[in-house]
């Protein structure tokens, strides 16, 4: 631990320098007012000013994401200008000059004054700046990027962590999320950038005010089928989602939508929910309910920026979320199974590595591509040969879905919802359900049974240190089956552990939030019955919860 008495004088040095560049005046005062304790002896103020000036933020699965604070490692405006400056240097290098850059924002704490200065800095270096007029979803930004034929695109949000948190998402040419080695020589030239307040920005963009349109009108045709009878209960989280989804469902002709009211409003602190993630228990509870009240057909929750798509279903026990493979398999095999096969003569679906096998069986009845990447969208939409050519279809089971590759090269929560509620339409007009079609594609690919243990710290080491274990002592068995454990570095940070039964279980450190996520699976053929088959999936998933439990934390 560091003591105010023993205060290293270049983290001092460190501090004085970045409050003297910062440019905001308030973020100055706070992280003044943490270096006066820390030197006047305050041991907790010391630890805490070591790890906000412990380097910049680096880009994860998806963007930067980060605490709003201020200091080096945090989410501030100097941070944003910085960040920005070397995005601009880079995409100057690659010879974009004066191209169209487009921003966007959901409504967090701090998104607009970010966005201003993203959109200042990108200015003042000569690009065509088109901002967004309002808060809206991640999607819009990502449609209005590849729409624009824009050399570079920077939406403002982190989508569903917790309030406390901002985040930088970028997009590069076409639409698609950077990697690398775009991703470390940006961050390159962030690390040289100067202080935040040498920096130049102007506020000569423009307003791109048909964004929500232009991305609207082809996602209303989204639809397959004729039948538009469907009550559907929604949530918004709190986020951006509501107007546009909203506005998507009544122009594919689903006008009956009833609304969470407590959460359809944007409001940054989340008050209903511990964390806007629908993937968290009891985030839903509000959804469920009033889809129980209103006799609703279909469920639908967005996250907080509407990349995300969660349905909820009414099965014999009752009202449930589905999980996220579950919404996935469902939508792929209504992609498939109403496919133009002239206007996508090799069509191409792809899930992740940490998804559920069913994907693939599905795509082989259908005589189609498949691929499975690593983690993130970034790398779904680049399958295949690597520029996802034939794309018609790609889901990750944390709730990602897309399911129009070539308008959104990203997760697109709003176009999913009315692609599931087309599906739930078309089934319930026929006397269906999406229950009975989960059943009958167990029955055909076998009863898929996923879950997952995630491990939320405060110290980013236990996660290092527990992926170094598992590399250094892997197991050779898990719940009585010999599996055989594949290291996915230098690709990944993560380790591949698979054996008979359709036994498979991802370990890895999450690419957004402070967890260890651990992704596993088991698989049982549908015999003598279905019912026989959940029976024995259930049980063989509870064994392996309680085994990875033990794996990755032995002395829990």
Known sequence: MVTGQHLDQGLVDAARDWVDGD?????????????????????????????????????????????????????????VVRTTAGVARWLLDQGHRGGIVVVGRDARHGSREFAEDTAGVFAAAGFDVRVLPEPLPTPVLAHAARALDAVAGVQITASHNPPQDNGYKLYLTGGTQLIGPADTEIEQHIARSPAASAVPRARTWSVHERALADYLAPVAALPRGTARTLRVAATALHGVGAGPLQRALEAAGFTDVHWVAEQSAPDPDFPTVGFPNPEEPGATDLLLALAAETSADLAIALDPDADRCALGIRDRDGWRMLRGDETGVLLGEHVLSTLDRSAAPDPLVATTIVSATMLRSIADRHGVRFDETLTGFKWLVRSGDGSGTGLVYAYEEALGHCVDPERVRDKDGISAAVLACDLAATLKARGRGLPDLLDELSTEHGVHRTGQVSVRVTDLDVIAETMRRLRADPPTALIGTEVSVQDLLPDTDALLITGAGGLRLVVRPSGTEPKLKCYFQVVEAAEPDLATAEQRADERLALLHAAVSVLVRPDA
């Not at 006066?36 to 933020?57: V, W």
């Open 23 to 79: 440019v905001d005046p308030v973020a100055r005062g706070e992280l003044t007012e943490l270096l006066d304790a820390a030197s006047a002896g305050d041991s907790a103020a010391a630890d805490e000013l070591a790890q906000r000036m412990s380097g910049l933020p680096t880009f994860g699965t998806a963007g930067l994401r980060g605490t709003v604070r201020a200091g080096a490692n945090g989410m501030n405006r100097a941070v």
